[in-house]
């Protein structure tokens, strides 16, 4: 029973080995983060490999939403005049 129980442990602690490992000891451990922590990663480095400037986008698209307003506020002043 000895080397089972050794081994059974051994492996919970390569278990959490690898979990602090991966998530560098940032979060508590829930499926849900582990699962989006991941999946994050996965997405910034595929958006890294295609060379997307994410603060570009970021830039663009406030740009985007001032000039809705802008043409809002311009379309509502010219129905109102």
């Not at 919970?12 to 990663?41: A, C």
């Not at 490999?49 to 939403?65: I, Y």
Request: aromatic residues 18%; charged residues 25%.
């Amino acid at each position: 029973m000895e080397p089972f129980s050794y081994h059974i442990s051994l492996l919970y602690t390569w278990i959490g080995w690898l979990y602090f490992f991966f998530t560098r000891g940032r979060s508590e451990f829930e499926l849900g983060s582990f699962k989006e922590y991941h999946t994050q990663r996965a997405k910034e480095a595929r958006l890294a490999e295609a060379g997307f400037d994410v603060d570009r986008h970021e830039q663009l698209t406030r740009l985007r939403d001032r000039y809705k307003r802008s043409l809002a506020a311009h379309a509502s002043a010219v129905a109102g005049a």
